[in-house]
């Protein structure tokens, strides 16, 4: 294979390891059982407005499955709890805009992980396996640091990073909302900000991994060719 295609796709697998890596981290999160982690921590808010941790939960679940599963609006706007809707119209559509924002993601993901199939097979069907494991070894090492930046802007100017990712993904304005709203409530900043950490920790690890086998690869087929 010519070397410049090959530094091409190099460079291009590279990239997509960073997108796969952070995209599982973020899928991970929207689970029952981080949800249940991130309730039963001892430090965690409990709700001043009269949830109790079950209905938190339920209901928090529920929000997660309608963003995942792709559901209608309905599935949140028909919830009723005290003969009273468990949320207002304008959280019902901010949350069709976070479902929007993740069914992107995940297909993004989903189209990273088979491109990055086909980019491997190619690779290494060409002999340029050395460069495979050296791509593998650079998208975790650019994972780890651009993660760990991101980690140190979230912890040092939280208010800044919280702002600037929701403008970067909604319209001005549109996911503020009351501290007695059930959005709030069910996901106050301490779930943002651990989730935050939790994804940069996750991400952190994949990269140093990935970095890691990457390494070996490179070493192994050195030792191989010597």
Same mark, same amino acid.
């Given at each position: 294979?010519?070397?410049?295609?090959? /530094? $091409?796709?190099? @460079?291009?697998?590279?990239?997509?390891?960073?997108? +796969?890596?952070?995209?599982?981290?973020?899928?991970?999160?929207?689970?029952?059982?981080?949800? &249940? +982690? %991130?309730?039963?921590?001892? =430090?965690?808010?409990?709700?001043?407005?009269?949830?109790?941790n079950q209905q938190r939960f339920i209901l928090a679940?529920?929000? $997660?499955?309608?963003?995942?599963?792709?559901?209608?609006?309905? &599935?949140?706007?028909? /919830?009723?709890?005290?003969? &009273?809707?468990?949320?207002?119209?304008?959280?019902?559509s901010h949350m069709a805009d976070v479902q929007t924002? +993740? /069914? =992107?993601? #995940? *297909?993004?993901?989903?189209?990273?992980?088979?491109?990055?199939?086909?980019?491997? +097979?190619? @690779?290494?069907?060409?002999?340029?396996?050395? &460069?495979? !494991?050296?791509?593998? /070894?650079?998208?975790?090492?650019?994972? =780890?640091?651009?993660?760990?930046?991101?980690? @140190?802007?979230?912890?040092?100017?939280?208010?800044?990073?919280? %702002?600037?990712?929701?403008l970067f993904f909604f319209k001005p304005g549109s996911? #503020?909302?009351?501290?007695?709203?059930? #959005?709030? *409530?069910?996901?106050?900043?301490?779930?943002?900000?651990?989730?935050?950490?939790?994804?940069?920790?996750? =991400?952190?690890?994949?990269? $140093?991994?990935?970095? #890691?086998?990457?390494?070996?690869?490179?070493?192994?087929?050195? %030792?191989?060719? !010597?």
């Amino acid at each position: 294979m010519p070397s410049r295609l090959t /530094q $091409i796709l190099k @460079l291009l697998t590279s990239l997509l390891v960073i997108i +796969f890596i952070v995209g599982g981290a973020v899928q991970l999160l929207a689970t029952d059982s981080y949800l &249940a +982690f %991130e309730y039963n921590r001892a =430090s965690f808010p409990p709700d001043t407005f009269g949830f109790t941790n079950q209905q938190r939960f339920i209901l928090a679940s529920t929000n $997660i499955h309608y963003v995942r599963a792709h559901l209608p609006n309905d &599935a949140l706007s028909n /919830q009723i709890l005290n003969d &009273a809707p468990v949320y207002n119209p304008r959280e019902v559509s901010h949350m069709a805009d976070v479902q929007t924002v +993740f /069914q =992107s993601v #995940l *297909r993004v993901w989903q189209a990273v992980f088979i491109l990055l199939i086909l980019l491997g +097979f190619v @690779l290494w069907e060409t002999g340029e396996r050395k &460069a495979l !494991a050296s791509a593998i /070894q650079s998208g975790g090492l650019l994972t =780890s640091g651009i993660i760990l930046s991101i980690a @140190l802007l979230a912890i040092f100017g939280w208010q800044f990073w919280f %702002e600037t990712f929701h403008l970067f993904f909604f319209k001005p304005g549109s996911w #503020l909302f009351s501290y007695s709203d059930t #959005l709030i *409530r069910l996901f106050p900043v301490e779930f943002w900000f651990d989730g935050t950490l939790t994804i940069s920790a996750l =991400s952190l690890a994949g990269g $140093i991994l990935l970095a #890691l086998v990457g390494w070996r690869g490179k070493r192994a087929l050195t %030792e191989k060719q !010597a």
